[in-house]
């Protein structure tokens, strides 16, 4: 079965960090070959984008709303995605997933079951 387990979630205080980290097992074609993104839900909204990187970091995308505050990185021999997160803001507030995407597709088949992050005063 394939699992994209988040962790590293919690509550933060404005202007702090967290450090989210999804473990992927049991991909078809192995780690190396997929785009990680990261995705995340606010209550009432949809859910958005937020960063992606490709196996080999050739390809690196970042949502500007976060652009400058939060690093996507990957240890593939991990199997392993992650993301720093600095500066933190109450509108990060949400639902954060991960999710992969296999190598010339335009859609992520597989999703994370997601992790809170909660900034707040």
């Known amino acids: 079965q394939v699992q994209l387990v988040e962790s590293g979630g919690g509550l933060v205080q404005p202007g702090g960090s967290l450090r989210l980290s999804c473990a992927a097992s049991?991909?078809?074609?192995?780690?190396?070959?997929?785009?990680m993104g990261w995705f995340r839900q606010a209550p009432g909204k949809e859910r958005e984008f937020v960063a992606a990187?490709?196996?080999?970091?050739?390809?690196?995308d970042l949502a500007d709303s976060v652009k400058g505050r939060f690093t996507a990185s990957r240890d593939d021999a991990k199997n392993t995605v992650y993301l720093q997160m600095n500066s933190l803001k109450s509108e990060d507030t949400a639902v954060y997933y991960c999710?992969?995407?296999?190598?010339?597709?335009?859609?992520?088949?597989?999703w994370g079951q997601g992790t809170q992050v909660t900034v707040s005063s």
């Open positions: 999710a992969a995407r296999e190598r010339f597709r335009n859609d992520y088949a597989y």
């Open positions: 990187l490709s196996w080999s970091g050739g390809f690196r």
């Open positions: 049991g991909l078809p074609f192995g780690f190396g070959y997929y785009t």
